[in-house]
């Protein structure tokens, strides 16, 4: 049976990916590099290093390790900026409802991000009191697809991964669940997302009773 629930954060839970983008497209702008909302895809669920990597990639360049810290202090520094603005007013639909629903039948809730600022974006939108446990980037040596986060979450709450349903936007975060060896409800397009046991486009349409189906897969 299903005891434990493990939510990614950028897109599911909250749509960071703009502010990412905007402090990731300034940089590369800086660097002379052209990068487009259609790259920014790229990034979503990867590591904030990783996600310099493969801007770079994009326009062709190489930095030494070190200069490549500082540009990634630099975005993040700049991306904390729009973080701090964020409210609850942000929490995409149906987030808080079936969090409620889950607290209520005592399914407990962790947090899966590749993220090291999941803690802030949390406490800043006022989630912050629905979560068990956090496991987040600074928690983790392997990404996503590397299921490292979810078992540690899964360590965290006290619960096998059998027993844990991760929702996840990104490929390489379905990935993770299923090598995992979890149930996965993808957020976003079931022609992305195939790896997923199903795929809604947010959570407004999820309950207890949908996850009590689910265990039946
Ligand atoms: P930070 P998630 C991910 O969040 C984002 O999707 C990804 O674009 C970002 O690079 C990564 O967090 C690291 O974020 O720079 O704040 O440490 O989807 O895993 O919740
Ligand atoms: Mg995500």
Redesign the pocket.
């Known amino acids: 049976t299903i005891k434990a629930c493990l939510f990614?954060?950028?897109?599911?839970?909250v749509d960071?990916?703009v502010y990412?983008f905007k402090a990731w497209r300034r940089l590369a702008q800086t660097l002379g590099i052209d990068f487009t909302e259609h790259d920014n895809e790229r990034?979503?669920?990867?590591?904030?290093v990783?996600?310099l990597e493969i801007i770079l990639e994009i326009g062709g360049q190489t930095l030494p390790q070190e200069q490549m810290l500082a540009l990634?202090e630099q975005?993040?520094t700049e991306?904390l900026l729009d973080v701090a603005q964020m409210t609850p007013e942000e929490i995409l639909p149906g987030v808080v409802d079936f969090l409620k629903a889950l607290k209520a039948e005592g399914i407990k809730i962790a947090?899966?991000?590749?993220?090291?600022?999941?803690q802030l974006?949390l406490e800043r939108t006022q989630l912050l009191p629905y979560f068990d446990a956090i496991i987040?980037?600074r928690h983790v040596t392997n990404g996503?697809p590397d299921p490292e986060?979810f078992l540690k979450g899964a360590e965290a709450l006290g619960v096998t991964p059998q027993e844990c349903v991760v929702f996840?936007?990104?490929v390489a975060?379905v990935e993770a669940a299923k090598n995992g060896d979890m149930l996965c409800v993808g957020v976003g397009q079931p022609e992305v997302l195939t790896q997923a046991d199903v795929v809604e486009k947010d959570l407004t349409q999820m309950s207890v009773a949908r996850l009590r189906e689910l265990e039946q897969k």
């Not at 990614?8 to 839970?13: F, Q």
């Not at 990034?43 to 904030?48: C, D, E, I, M």
């Not at 899966?112 to 600022?117: D, E, L, M, V």
């Open positions: 990614d954060l950028d897109g599911v839970l960071t990916a990412h990034l979503k669920g990867v590591s904030r990783r996600s990634c975005k993040n991306y947090l899966g991000s590749a993220s090291k600022n999941a974006i987040d980037g996503k986060v996840e936007d990104a975060g």
